[in-house]
Every structure is written in structure tokens, then in C-alpha cells.
């Protein structure tokens, strides 16, 4: 099986920053594009940003300059660095990846648990 665990969610004041870490584990082949995704509360699960293996990426407007997704294929792992945080970043952030089991011929998309980030004075 496969798991995505994310970590370094908290509290900070508007402005500050934090970094997130989702690191994938289990009986892994490939793993392929991943992202972040957040879900504030009474509203939809949004994409937040992605990464591709070539370390191509992709942003939501709303994070264009404040945030940088980056990842360590060697680790497995994928970063979100938030800079800047407004109120507004409050959500659940959810890491997401592509990944193909050894032994499988098609990747399947899995899902973190979720982290809480607060932005709040």
C-alpha cells in the first residue's frame, strides 16, 4: 500500500510563513505528478499547486508569488512553501500524488490526511 503523510502545518500571524512536507511511502514504482490542494471550511476542495516529475509547476492565482511548490524525487517527498499568509490561506491542505505500485501497470491517485493551517492575528 501506499501512504502520503503530510506535515508542518500550524498557527501564524498574517504575514509569516510556513513550509508543508508530504513524504510518500510504501510499495512504490514511480511516482508522478503531485500536489496540494486545500478545503476551507464550507467550501469546496481547491487546487492549490502542482508539480510534475520534471519539476514542472503550476499555481492557483490566488498563491502566484506567495507560494513554491517543490519536490525531492530521491525522498519522495513534496514541499509547499507559503509566504505572505492571509487569513484567507486558512484550510485544510491536503497533498495528492500519482503513484504507481510495484507491480502495477497504471498509476492511482492517493491522498494525504490533511494538515490544519491557521491564519490568524
Not at 508542518?8 to 510499495?27: N, T
Not at 498563491?63 to 507559503?82: C, E, H
Amino acid at each position: 500500500q501506499v501512504q502520503l503523510v503530510e506535515s508542518g502545518g500550524g498557527l501564524v500571524q498574517p504575514g509569516g510563513s510556513l513550509r508543508l512536507s508530504c513524504a510518500a511511502s510504501g510499495s512504490i514504482s514511480s511516482v508522478f505528478d503531485m500536489g496540494w490542494y486545500r478545503q476551507a471550511p464550507g467550501k469546496e476542495r481547491e487546487v492549490v499547486a502542482s508539480i510534475s516529475s520534471t519539476h514542472n509547476t503550476n499555481y492557483a492565482d490566488s498563491v502566484k508569488g506567495r507560494f513554491t511548490i517543490s519536490r525531492d524525487n530521491a525522498k519522495k517527498t513534496v514541499y509547499l512553501q507559503m509566504n505572505s499568509l492571509k487569513p484567507e490561506d486558512t484550510a485544510v491542505y491536503y497533498c495528492n500524488g500519482f503513484i504507481r505500485n510495484i507491480g502495477s501497470i497504471i498509476p492511482y491517485s492517493y491522498w494525504g490526511r490533511g494538515t490544519q493551517v491557521t491564519v490568524s492575528s
